[in-house]
């Protein structure tokens, strides 16, 4: 009898894929980041609790082209400056990314408010551009020009925070308690330039970034990493607390109920 590809799989080949996984070479990307000083209220208003502000009100988006063997992969995420029992990161809003498997992998196993988009990282010479887009609109841009080396950082750990969660199958909340992950990335550099430029915020009803205005550009920079990835739950959170929030994983929040036409299935 022919292999029926969506029967179990064995215990064998289950530990091969787990081992696969794990000795992945580093994967670099070349990506444009640019962090900077908003609206205090509003940086406080998107944050779901437990959650808190930090002492300064910073924005940072993340533009790159990630160089996956035959497979090149846009990713982009927009978030702002978080901390949580002492710990301070940051807590995306939106993570586009330009294919399903970058995007179903980090949605269901970390929590990450993910979304297919379109990810742009142009550089022709000095000139840099890259932008974040979905449903027709680069709902953020970067624009500059490279205007000095920066000196390479050392190694450095970094946290972001997702809420991990499984909407109700009859629409009334969650069918358990949500998680809060703590999501650490040991982050290595190879290169990075200062780049002189501005952020453009443009309105999008999917994607309201523009709710969080630059007062003051801290820094754009554009560099070569790679990090690695582990995320641990850090506490189950009040399912009341996070449900006000929950629209922000959805273009659509009523999206979460649809379901097959009746007779469909």
Known sequence: MAR?????????EIAAARTASSKLP?????????????????VAAVLPPPLKPTGRPLVRVTISAVDLPGYPLGAGSVAVAAAHHGVEGW?????PMTH?????GGREVFGEPKK???VTVERDGPVVRAALARHGIAFVEVRGAVSAPLPVPEPARKTDFYFKFLPAVDGSGFDIDPVLVH?????????????TGDVVLR??????????PVRTLVEITLGEKTSDQAGRVAERVSAQALLPYIHQRYDDPQQIL??????SV
């Open 100 to 104: 399903e498997r970058a995007l179903i």
């Open 203 to 212: 309105e999008s009803m999917y994607d309201p970034v523009a709710d969080l």
């Open 258 to 263: 649809d379901g097959p036409p009746e007779g």
């Open 26 to 42: 580093d994967i670099w990307s070349t990506g444009v980041v640019a962090v900077w000083e908003s609206d205090p209220d509003a």
């Open 183 to 195: 999501c650490v990335r040991n982050e290595k550099v190879r290169k990075l330039e200062r780049i």
């Open 116 to 118: 297919l988009g379109e």
């Open 91 to 95: 807590y995306p809003l939106v993570m």
């Open 4 to 12: 029926i590809r969506y029967g179990a799989r064995t215990g064998t």
